[in-house]
């Protein structure tokens, strides 16, 4: 019995004195790695890069002479340039008050490990492992006037689709080419623009939604227009010039009238009938086909009451304003343009 109780002395005291050790192993084990801790407090953790420029295990001081050295800071200094289907808009940095600030990057760099549980800390020491993070260069720049260029840059991008079209306001002919639409989204503009700010590449690339056009410029089809003052008319093709004629125009008494309007018919071979007017009072009812026909050998009606584009054998009167409205040709230009057009055409006359 007396040997059993000092055999139980002996173990307990046995691992007692184990427990002790243990204990004391323990406390140094967490007394060293508070130590690294605190003896590390100010350099960069193990495994921690600034744009692929490692810095752990740098002091404050060294990662910032080294950052320093190996950033191309004049790059990084140099203005933005905004950029989208071969346009670009100038970003100048002082705009936006914007610049790296390194100091606070490494700051970052430095408390990069506190933002982990102490446990994972010591456990990366212990392993000689890192943090393997890449800590992004800090930028600053002022906010209001950032969001002021982008509202700037969104009323300047920003635009409707225009399709294409040649169409008359007034006695002025407009020549309107097909245009796509565009719409700038702002906040992904916001978020390239402080991406590149970060970057040595200054073009910022803007994602622009694109809208087409209705009518692009080759589904315009044929157009003919005509210019009174200069007696020329000219037949588009797809807003391209296809034929040009010389023509006469009605006299300041009987002018040709100004406005849109289209082909409504089309005659080979045509016979005039008296319009009636007193122009014609001493004229016969009807001149059937042939050369007196005053309308040649082709006429092509337009929407505008008894004007017709037509040949004409008055030939001496081609490049004035002598005919009672209409359009003359010369007789080939008349056969020319007839088998060119249909009806629909539109008819543009100023």
Known sequence: MIFRMRAWNIVRHFLLAVGL???SLFLLLIV?????????AGHVFRGVYVQGIPIGGLSREEALEKLRSELDLEAL???LVLE?????????????????DLEETVDRAVAASRQIPFYRRWANRA????????????????????DEFLSELESTVDRPPLDAEIRLEGKRLIFQRSRDGWDLDANLARES???ALASPDRVVRLQIEVTKPQVSDDQVGKVIVVDKTNHRLTLYNNMEVERQYPVAVGMPSWPTPTGTFK????ERNPTWVNPGT???????????????NPLGTCALGTSAPGVFIHGTYSSWSIGYSVSHGCIRMYIRDAEDLFERVQIGTPVLIY
């Open 127 to 146: 392993a000689f492992r890192g943090l393997e993070r890449d800590i992004g260069l800090v930028v600053r720049y002022d906010a209001r006037r950032l």
């Open 21 to 23: 050790v243990a204990l």
């Open 193 to 195: 623009i402080l991406k």
């Open 84 to 100: 989208f289907d071969g346009n670009i808009w100038p970003l100048p940095l002082y705009e936006i008050d914007a610049y790296v």
């Open 32 to 40: 060293s790695f508070l130590g690294l801790d605190l003896a590390y």
């Open 77 to 79: 200094s140099r203005d």
């Open 278 to 292: 007193s122009w014609a009072a001493n004229m016969p009812p009807y001149i059937p086909p042939g050369p007196g």
């Open 263 to 266: 082909i409504v018919t089309k």
